[in-house]
């Protein structure tokens, strides 16, 4: 019995281990920066064709900056596609826009962005050739991430975000922001603007009541309405003003579901929450009405009350949601935190940020719900706090996930600007459901 015991808690101890290693640690880099302390990846895309071939996205800056002899800012945005499972890479061409995502909709494969303006461009072979860009409307400054699309009744539906600059936020500016889906026939022309309807807009700044908050601690950290707090005084570690961004857009059609709708006009809206703490998302919601017009509301629950945030692991950094037709479930890759409630003063350099700001554990989970979530796996992860995985966008590809990571290595200027663009592959990604 003295001898078995030791050899049972070895292989619990052993199968323990194994259930933490990461699922995809492994990655092709699609781009690694020629100079990491000043040349920056971002905003990585992935959708897969029909033919299996992959479309990946992604932008290569230098924050604004002037760099190398000449002085200037980069930015490139780039298109490559793969024909065998990611293992190798064509860079077909470069586009004018940042923020974007690739998707296919009828017979035609389309990345939309924003130039300031949403902006949108089309290829009809499979990736090799592309239309001029054109804008879907006349004004407004926009913002998003390479968050999900989702297909509904022949309809293609995703969200931009506009910002309302007349809030008067001088920080980073996601208070003033308004999620706003965007709805247009799968099989017309997406670069025909008259063949969308953009839902009405909701400010984060005009809704948000700290008095409403119900006791969830939020803020966490204080926090000015209009401008950047620095959490170590005089200049370290600031945190902006509350606001949500990085819009995902889903619809709950079953029927036992609370929020589920049985004519199929509501769709719901989960966002990056920065509120200063971990694990929340916020939340809202769109309706069609019947003039086809889209009204933009908080969600209510049962009891009426207003619901503006929801759990949701990683729902402080970006987040990517697939709904799997075959599971019948949604699927989240998303941001890790573990150390969220360390002191800001106490916080090593190589972290980034505010203390809810971890982003190099990739992780996966699964939900029938999207309240309920499980821990699929850890995808993968970098060795220290600057070596970032985060930022990732995800396609299915037969019984695997396929990702694209915003990453980071040793020589990563910090987390947030990483100098790697990392793809990964989730193999038989349905068994890992419980």
């Keep these: 019995m003295r001898l078995l015991f030791p050899i049972l808690l070895f292989l619990v101890l052993g199968q323990l281990q194994a259930q933490i290693r990461p699922l995809a640690q492994d990655y092709v880099a699609l781009w690694e920066s020629p100079n990491p302390r000043h040349i920056y990846g971002y905003t990585p895309g992935i959708c897969r064709l029909d033919s299996g071939r992959l479309v990946a996205t992604h932008e290569i800056s230098s924050a604004g900056k002037p760099v190398g002899p000449d002085a200037q800012a980069v930015h490139e945005a780039r298109i490559l596609t793969s024909d065998d499972g990611g293992k190798t890479w064509i860079h077909r061409a470069n586009f004018d826009m940042s923020f974007a995502r690739p998707f296919v909709a009828g017979k035609s494969l389309y990345i939309l962005g924003r130039s300031k303006k949403v902006g949108i461009i089309r290829s009809d072979d499979d990736g090799i050739t592309w239309s001029d860009r054109v804008f879907l409307n006349d004004k407004g400054i926009w913002h998003q991430s390479a968050c999900n699309v989702h297909f509904a009744k022949g309809n293609i539906y995703l969200v931009m975000e506009k910002h309302a600059p007349l809030r008067g936020i001088q920080s980073w500016q996601i208070g003033d922001l308004a999620p706003v889906l965007m709805r247009a026939k799968a099989d017309s022309d997406l670069t025909d603007r008259k063949n969308w309807t953009f839902a009405s807009e909701l400010v984060f700044e005009d809704i948000w009541d700290a008095d409403q908050s119900n006791y969830f601690g939020i803020p966490f950290h204080p926090v000015d309405r209009k401008k950047a707090t620095f959490l170590v005084p005089p200049k370290g570690r600031s945190i902006a003003p509350l606001g949500w961004l990085e819009t995902n857009v889903v619809e709950f059609t079953d029927p036992d579901h609370i929020w589920h709708d049985p004519h199929g006009k509501t769709f719901h809206l989960w966002m990056r929450a920065h509120t200063g703490l971990t694990n929340y998302a916020a939340i809202a ?27 949701c692991p990683g729902g402080q950094m970006r987040f990517h949601i697939l709904w799997d037709e075959k599971t019948k479930l949604y699927w989240m890759l998303g941001s890790q935190s573990t150390d969220s409630m360390i002191r800001p003063d106490r916080m090593s350099p190589d972290r980034w940020g505010t203390p809810d700001n971890e982003r190099h554990r990739l992780v996966l989970h699964f939900s029938k719900n999207m309240m309920d979530w499980c821990f699929a796996g850890l995808v993968c992860t970098g060795a220290t706090p600057k070596e970032s995985r985060h930022y990732a966008s995800m396609c299915m590809d037969g019984e695997d996930l396929c990702i694209l990571s915003r990453s980071g290595d040793e020589k990563a200027y910090s987390a947030h600007n990483g100098n790697v663009i990392s793809f990964h592959r989730v193999k038989k990604f349905r068994s890992l459901v419980y």
């Design 285 to 311: 919601q769109v309706k069609e009405n019947d003039d086809g017009s889209m009204t933009t509301t908080l969600v209510k629950s049962p009891a009426g009350k207003t619901m503006l945030y929801v759990p």
